[in-house]
T-cell receptor
Framework: NAGVTQTPKFRVLKTGQSMTLLCAQD?????MYWYRQDPGMGLRLIHY???????AKGEVPDGYNVSRLKKQNFLLGLESAAPSQTSVYFC???????????????FGPGTRLTVT | GNSVTQMEGPVTLSEEAFLTINCTYT??????LFWYVQYPGEGLQLLLK?????DKGSNKGFEATYRKETTSFHLEKGSVQVSDSAVYFC????????????FGQGTRLTINP
C-alpha cells in the first residue's frame, strides 16, 4: 500500500495563478482532510470530507475549494493564489473501525507551495 | 472553542537525557488526545493517543497520561536518542462527527550525541 500520496511535492506560483493539489489514498478511508502548516502555528484544517461527494469547511477555508468526486481522491484548488497562501499543505485520511471511540489520521508527505 | 497549547521550542538535549514536552488543552466534552511526530521532510505520524481520563498512551519509549483535572497531556521519555530529533505536535479531537484534529503549534526537538 502507498498510503496517502500527494501531487505535486513542490510548486511555485505567481500571484493570481490557479492550481490544484491532488491527494490520493489507497486504504478505502471514508474521511479525508486538507491542512496547512505555517511556522509557529501548527496545522490548521482547511476543508474536510466525510464521504464521496461531500465536503465541509474547516478553520481556514477562504481562498480554497475542494472536491471529492471519487472516494480515494480529494482535490484542493486555489483559484487565484495569494502570497498569504505560501505554506506546506498536508492531506490526511482516516476511518473509524466499529466499536472504537476514536481513530487515527494518516498523513501524506506534504506539498510545499510558494506564491510570489 | 477547542485549543491546544504546547511548550515553546526549540528544545535541545543531550543523548540519554530525560524529555518532557508540556501540552495543555481547552475543550468542551471529552476529547481524545494525541501526540504526532514529524521527522524532517516527512508528513506527520501518530506517536501515541489516549481517549479518556487517566489513560496512558505509550509508544517507542514515549508516554503521556490524559489528566482531566489539569487538562494536560505532557509527553515524556526517559532516555532520548539522536533519532528522536523531530517536531512534536499535541492535538485533540472530539469523538463525534468527523473527528477534526486541533493542533498545538509544535515543538522542535534536537538531540545532540
Amino acid at each position: 500500500n502507498a498510503g496517502v500520496t500527494q501531487t505535486p511535492k513542490f510548486r511555485v506560483l505567481k500571484t493570481g495563478q490557479s492550481m490544484t493539489l491532488l491527494c490520493a489514498q489507497d486504504m478505502n478511508h471514508e474521511y479525508m482532510y486538507w491542512y496547512r502548516q505555517d511556522p509557529g502555528m501548527g496545522l490548521r484544517l482547511i476543508h474536510y470530507s466525510v464521504g464521496e461527494g461531500t465536503t465541509a469547511k474547516g478553520e481556514v477555508p477562504d481562498g480554497y475549494n475542494v472536491s471529492r468526486l471519487k472516494k480515494q481522491n480529494f482535490l484542493l484548488g486555489l483559484e487565484s493564489a495569494a502570497p498569504s497562501q505560501t505554506s506546506v499543505y498536508f492531506c490526511a485520511s482516516s476511518h473509524k473501525p466499529a466499536g472504537t471511540r476514536t481513530f487515527e489520521q494518516y498523513f501524506g508527505p506534504g506539498t510545499r507551495l510558494t506564491v510570489t | 472553542g477547542n485549543s491546544v497549547t504546547q511548550m515553546e521550542g526549540p528544545v535541545t538535549l543531550s543523548e540519554e537525557a530525560f524529555l518532557t514536552i508540556n501540552c495543555t488543552y481547552t475543550a468542551t466534552g471529552y476529547p481524545s488526545l494525541f501526540w504526532y511526530v514529524q521527522y524532517p521532510g516527512e508528513g506527520l505520524q501518530l506517536l501515541l493517543k489516549a481517549t479518556k481520563a487517566d489513560d496512558k498512551g505509550s509508544n517507542k519509549g514515549f508516554e503521556a497520561t490524559y489528566r482531566k483535572e489539569t487538562t494536560s497531556f505532557h509527553l515524556e521519555k526517559g532516555s532520548v536518542q539522536v533519532s528522536d530529533s523531530a517536531v512534536y505536535f499535541c492535538a485533540l479531537s472530539n469523538p463525534q462527527g468527523a473527528q477534526k484534529l486541533v493542533f498545538g503549534q509544535g515543538t522542535r526537538l534536537t538531540i545532540n550525541p
